[in-house]
C-alpha cells in the first residue's frame, strides 16, 4: 500500500512543471482531459493569479484547466484507481467544506524523504 504523501502546492507544482509528459490525466470533478500518443501537455502561468494546464495536438489546444493557486490549500496524494497510476489531489479546504478541487494521475509518484522519484519513472 503507497503511503499518502501531502505537500504545499507550490512544491507539487514545480515538480509538475519538470514532468509533463508524465501525465496520464488531468482534470476537475466535472471534466477530464486525457493524455494520447499524439497529444502532449503544457504547463505555464496565464497571469500572477491563473495557472494553466493544456493538452495539444500539435500547435491546436484541445482542451485547458485554469488553476487559481489562491484557492488551493496543499496537494495530497490518493489511491490510484490503477497500480500503475499515482492520484494526486489539489484540495481546497476553508471552513465550511474540504474537497478535491482538480487531480491529476501520474506514471510515477513523489518519493516524500527526498524528493526522488518511484519506480517506473519514464521521461
Known amino acids: 500500500m503507497e503511503q499518502t504523501i501531502t505537500m504545499p ?31 502532449h501537455w503544457h504547463l505555464t ?12 495536438r500539435g500547435k491546436r489546444l484541445l482542451g485547458e484547466l485554469l488553476l487559481d493557486p489562491e484557492q488551493i490549500s496543499y496537494v495530497q496524494s490518493a489511491p490510484p484507481e490503477r497500480p500503475d497510476e499515482h492520484l494526486f489531489e489539489v484540495m481546497v ?3 465550511q467544506e474540504r474537497f478535491a478541487a482538480y487531480h491529476f494521475v501520474l506514471i510515477h509518484g513523489v518519493d516524500e524523504q527526498d524528493g526522488s522519484f518511484s519506480p517506473g519513472r519514464v521521461h
Not at 45 to 56: A, F, G, K, N, P
Open 45 to 56: 502561468s496565464e497571469d500572477s493569479h491563473t495557472l494553466l494546464v493544456q493538452v495539444l
Open 93 to 95: 479546504e476553508n471552513e
Open 9 to 39: 502546492f507550490e512544491e507539487f507544482w514545480t515538480w509538475l512543471l519538470a514532468h509533463p509528459n508524465c501525465i496520464l490525466r488531468a482534470g476537475t470533478p466535472e471534466s477530464v482531459l486525457y493524455d494520447d500518443e499524439d497529444l
